[in-house]
């Protein structure tokens, strides 16, 4: 059975600092992995998209890296802001009809001043 | 350009009444996907249309239904509503669709209340 697993559920940190959240997956065949940025009662915002042959992309602050060998990723937030609270969603694809796409359950980011 | 919008941003129904959720996507973008989110499931995936087709189908009830306009603007539609289909559906636009490398666009949601 496809799964996206994020870890952790739930993180807090300070304003400025640094934060790495992952993301593991039994997804196959892989297509390609996206990560989302979603704000509390909006609409998921896509931050990348990585198909098999990318191990790195950024988006200013953002970065994701993906290891397609041992079926992992990560979201690395550089200088942390107050607006990078938000839940990050992991997602990864197989191809294919939109039914393709399996979801991860995100991970709840909470930044303090 | 303008994003996807999707109308009404809140609604609060009764249980066993039935309710339509409107998605316009973006000018160009001819497949709209739609999601149901709820805290504990997450993203699931309903159904996706194409050119007016449906071409795909998620794991829900025949209670769940959809269509697209040839205009591309999607309607959802949920009869004999249940206190568990209270959730916030989103809806996804994209030029063609799939889970390819084809960016998708989500909406701001429907948040549904069941009472």
């Known amino acids: 059975k496809n799964q996206v697993e994020q870890s952790p559920q739930s993180l807090i940190i300070l304003e400025g600092k640094n934060c790495t959240l992952q993301c593991n997956y039994t997804v196959s065949p892989f297509s390609n992995l996206r990560w989302y940025k979603q704000d509390t009662g909006r609409g998921p915002v896509s931050l990348t998209i990585m198909t098999f042959s990318e191990n790195t992309k950024s988006n200013g602050r953002y970065t994701a890296t993906l290891d397609a060998d041992t079926k992992q990723s990560s979201l690395h937030i550089t200088a942390s802001q107050l607006s990078d609270s938000a839940s990050y969603i992991c997602v990864v694809s197989v191809g294919g009809g939109a039914d393709g796409l399996t979801f991860g359950k995100g991970t709840h980011l909470i930044i303090q001043p | 350009k303008a994003g996807v919008t999707q109308t009404p941003r809140y609604l609060i129904k009764t249980r066993g009444q039935q309710v339509t959720l409107s998605c316009s996507p973006i000018?160009?973008?001819?497949?709209v996907s739609w999601y149901q989110q709820t805290p504990g499931q997450g993203l699931q995936f309903l159904f996706e249309?194409?050119?007016?087709?449906?071409?795909n189908k998620g794991n829900f009830p025949g209670r769940f239904s959809g269509r697209q306009f040839s205009n591309s603007r999607s309607e959802m539609n949920v009869s004999t509503l249940e206190l568990g289909d209270s959730a916030l559906y989103l809806c996804?636009?994209?030029?063609?669709?799939?889970?390819?490398?084809?960016?998708?666009?989500f909406g701001q949601g429907t948040r549904l209340t069941v009472v």
């Open positions: 249309y194409f050119s007016e087709t449906q071409r």
């Open positions: 000018s160009g973008h001819r497949s």
């Open positions: 996804a636009s994209s030029r063609t669709g799939g889970s390819g490398n084809t960016e998708a666009f």
